[in-house]
């Protein structure tokens, strides 16, 4: 059993090794590209943290396993989507910097199942090259949309699913 819960600034130490892992792990398997430069920065998680929309998720044991920002509303980077559209114009929530520390399988799932539970309508952006969220992503039922881009122009694979 798994708990999903807000991330406090007290999370942080368990919280930013979780996505330094995650870098890691995508370095590895063939996506050098998308968190660089430290990215997410502690600043970043921080900020998701003071505007309530940070979210772990623990083991039973009380140890953090995944982590993510949910936030229901306009998202700017979607405003314009490229070679596709999105499936409907219907008000949406959006993932993002969603991260496993490897140690339980079903992450990605854990997070869609809370995530839809507080709303029918879903957008979601990746790397190309992160395959693993993409084969996740589409596994979930995910429809791909287009190229949207990212605050500093790099361009990411555009995911919609709506209930």
């Known amino acids: ?17 979780v996505y330094a892992a ?3 792990f995508m370095v590895r398997t063939g996506n050098p590209d998308q968190w660089i ?8 998680i921080r900020r998701d943290i003071d505007a309530g929309c ?22 700017a980077t979607y405003d314009v989507i490229e070679r596709g559209a999105w499936l409907d114009d219907e008000d949406y929530g959006v993932v993002h910097r969603l991260v496993s520390s490897g140690r ?11 995530c ?28 791909y949309c287009g190229i949207i881009y990212c605050h500093n122009g790099t361009p990411r694979l555009a995911f919609q699913k709506s209930l």
């Not at 430069?37 to 970043?44: K, L, Q, R, T, V």
């Not at 709303?119 to 996740?136: F, L, P, S, Y």
């Open 104 to 114: 339980c399988n079903g992450i990605s799932d854990i997070c869609f199942d809370y």
């Open 116 to 143: 839809f539970s507080k709303v029918k309508n879903i957008r979601v952006d990746t790397h190309k090259e992160n395959k693993m969220m993409q084969q996740a992503l589409m596994r979930y039922g995910f429809i």
């Open 22 to 24: 995650a870098r890691e």
């Open 54 to 75: 940070h979210y772990v998720i623990e083991h039973d044991d009380g140890d953090i396993v995944g982590a993510f920002m949910f936030r229901i509303g306009h998202d």
């Open 37 to 44: 430069n430290g990215y997410p920065a502690e600043s970043d």
């Open 1 to 17: 059993m798994k708990r999903i819960r807000k991330t406090t600034i007290e999370d942080l130490p368990a919280v930013m090794p």
